[in-house]
């Protein structure tokens, strides 16, 4: 495969409702697409870095740099020398430190238009069961209990299998009290996004109550061992998020009690194939997995569903409906059926943007060519 130019587009989608969380709260979904043009196929693909550090140390800015002055003149190399693969990227970059999203976007661009090239999907290359999976939705920080209850009732209306409350200190313990007992007997977890510290612990017990399937990411990303000390005291599953990086991290914090599920999130772990190897972990020590979300666009999701369809994902994702965000996407709109949404079978991930769409939302492009 032969590199021939990659095109970095920002873009910015209106997003259906505002989505708040403890870090910040989104009305747009500001993103960097990564376009590849190959000899043979063009690939695509969604960086999920925020326009701002506040999930991760990662953001759009930055993404950009790294990519056009680092990640792309690697893959370039390798591509003068008659070595280009999806798979022989990330060891070509393993010199760059992080960055694992920026990594993510342009080993799936390149994936994506190697599996054209092929006429594969990435279903096929990833090891996928299922031609659909179960989707679950997350509920963003509300102003008041009752605007939360609604949302819920009308998400568990449309087919929604799983709610997923976003949590941090002052709206935690009433509002999934309120929901269980409006709702009853309904998957439901939280997600706190880092906000507590290890003398929250008696707090977050107050969750036990309500038989959730798990909390996620109560405390710092770095801190796993107060996760293990955490796990000890409440009955609730930890869940990890943003303290999974990597095979080799999954497995330490499982080993060492920190958590029981670990959410997978390829861009935060760099890449599809990285992931898979979570997978695979996660497997061999018995713990579930679940494929989270990032408000990806459809460029984003479609590879996502792919994911969730590998048989250790035993959890609904946040692998929702596209009219959960946007009411108008870059890509073919994916639905909910049954509660499930159904993976996209073509060549690499499957969609393709509509360029008239694309345009009307682009903020900017930047071509980086051989």
Known sequence: MKLEAVELRRVALPLVSPFRTSFGTETTHD???????????????????????AYSSEYADGA????????????????????????????AVEWVKGHRMAKAALETALLDA????????IGERLGSVKDRVPTGVSVGIMDSVPALLDAVGAYLDAGYLRIKLKIEPGWDVEPVRAVRERFGDILLQVDANTAYGRGDADHLAQLDAFDLLLIEQPLEEEDVPGHA???????????????????AAARDAIESGACEIVNIKPGRVGGYLESVRIHDVCVELGKAVWCGGMLETGVGRAPNLALAALPGFTLPGDTSATKRYYHQDITREFFIEDGHVAIPTG??????????VLRSVTVSSQWLRS
């Open 114 to 121: 190697q599996l054209r090239i092929e006429g594969r999907s």
């Open 31 to 53: 993103c960097v697409l990564v376009h590849v043009v190959t000899d043979g196929a063009e690939g695509w693909a969604e960086c999920v870095a925020m326009e701002r550090p």
């Open 64 to 91: 950009c740099d790294v990519l056009r002055r680092w990640l792309v003149p690697a893959a370039q190399a390798l591509s003068d020398a008659g070595e280009l693969t999806a798979e022989g990227f990330a060891p």
């Open 347 to 356: 060549p690499g991930i499957g969609v393709e943007p509509d360029p008239d």
């Open 229 to 247: 000390l955490l796990a000890q005291r409440i009955t609730t599953p930890v869940c990890l998020d943003e303290s999974i990086v990597s095979a």
